[in-house]
């Protein structure tokens, strides 16, 4: 349903480029093509409006606030990585990559993934991250989690059965990685189940956990829930074991566009690392959140390194 949804947005949009050039390029090809450029890039002003509101509202943070040149930087690492993600990935090639967890795809003794995406998205989110377990011979499954605006809790049936699903092929529990709110549905499924042990460890890139300020223009069961601190986020924890966040790794970054004040995307006792300048999708995609997230499929965390921070240069 969402990728019909975000194929007749991106080709409406298309066609009203095209339209725009093709009634004013006669009388003024400088009309022309700054209206296409507007309709192009429209998109870039609204992420410049998001990082503006993160930049304020991030002063009253505990976490480091952005410089100007890391706001400048999400800004341009989120204009580049959404339009791939919005306009190609999830519309057109949601189904291109498909789980993998047959004998035929599947190599024996190495540990599987479970992908849960965020908010208005779909399972072609990951693409790039399941060409890079294809060719290692993993087992996955990347869930699209639908009706879009329904409740969190409604998608944990979703997770429970591909949690199921990955460690059947690989006789381990696997290990699970959300982006944004997909972070939140895996909480919510952990509440349900009671169960830590069904997973190896939980990866969340710029995951809500306290709610976002941006959320309060959401529209869905799911957005009202995503608000700062909400009835839903307080109950989340409520009897569940205290040493539970230490099956979590979270990434935040000091310029999400989306999930702000930055703290929110952090768990008290979690593995919180800190990326500096790096926007809301763009972070999912970034070499070293990639590398290191799949690493944790061979670690024993008896022995992990928790680090807290990744400066800006080894984002590369």
């Known amino acids: 349903?969402?990728?019909?949804?975000?194929?007749?947005?991106?080709?409406?949009?298309?066609?009203?480029?095209?339209?725009?050039?093709?009634?004013?390029?006669?009388?003024?090809?400088?009309?022309?093509?700054?209206?296409?450029?507007?309709?192009?890039?429209?998109?870039?002003?609204?992420?410049?409006?998001?990082?503006?509101?993160?930049?304020i509202v991030n002063r009253q943070d505990s976490a480091p606030p952005p410089t100007r040149r890391e706001l400048f930087s999400a800004w341009w690492?989120?204009?580049?990585?959404?339009?791939?993600?919005?306009?190609?990935?999830?519309?057109?090639?949601?189904?291109?990559?498909p789980d993998s967890l047959t004998p035929a795809s599947v190599v024996t003794g190495r540990r599987g993934v479970v992908f849960v995406h965020g908010f208005f998205c779909n399972r072609g989110f990951w693409n790039p991250w399941l060409h890079r377990l294809q060719?290692?011979?993993?087992?996955?499954?990347?869930?699209?989690?639908?009706?879009?605006?329904?409740?969190?809790?409604?998608?944990?049936?979703?997770?429970?059965?591909?949690v199921n699903q990955v460690t059947r092929a690989t006789?381990?529990?696997?290990l699970v990685v959300c982006h944004s709110m997909g972070g939140l549905v895996i909480r919510a499924w952990l509440k349900s189940a009671r169960s830590e042990a069904r997973v190896h460890h939980?990866?969340?890139?710029?995951?809500?956990?306290?709610?976002?300020?941006?959320?309060?223009?959401?529209?869905?069961?799911?957005?009202?829930?995503m608000r700062l601190l909400s009835d839903w986020h307080v109950q989340l924890d409520l009897g569940m074991p205290a040493h539970r966040h230490t099956l979590f790794t979270c990434w935040f970054s000091s310029a999400d566009n989306i999930v702000f004040p930055a703290s929110t995307a952090t768990l008290p006792g979690a593995n919180n690392r800190l990326i500096r300048g790096a926007g809301h999708v763009q972070m999912a995609f970034?070499?070293?959140?990639?590398?290191?997230?799949?690493?944790?499929?061979?670690?024993?965390?008896?022995?992990?390194?928790?680090?807290?921070?990744?400066?800006s240069k080894d984002r590369d």
Not at 32 to 45: E, K, P, Q, T, W
Not at 286 to 307: A, E, I, Q, S, W
């Open 1 to 55: 349903m969402l990728a019909r949804l975000q194929q007749l947005i991106t080709l409406a949009l298309l066609a009203l480029a095209l339209g725009w050039f093709a009634y004013f390029a006669s009388s003024s090809s400088e009309v022309a093509v700054a209206g296409v450029l507007v309709i192009a890039f429209a998109y870039s002003g609204l992420f410049a409006l998001e990082l503006l509101l993160a930049g």
């Open 171 to 174: 006789g381990m529990p696997p």
């Open 77 to 97: 690492g989120e204009s580049l990585a959404s339009p791939l993600v919005f306009f190609w990935r999830q519309p057109f090639r949601a189904q291109a990559i």
């Open 135 to 162: 060719a290692q011979g993993r087992a996955y499954v990347a869930v699209s989690l639908e009706p879009v605006f329904a409740s969190i809790d409604d998608y944990t049936t979703q997770i429970d059965a591909a």
């Open 202 to 225: 939980i990866v969340t890139i710029g995951t809500p956990h306290h709610g976002t300020w941006l959320a309060r223009f959401g529209l869905g069961k799911n957005a009202l829930q």
């Open 286 to 311: 970034l070499p070293v959140v990639m590398k290191t997230t799949l690493g944790l499929l061979t670690v024993d965390f008896d022995m992990y390194n928790r680090v807290t921070c990744v400066s």
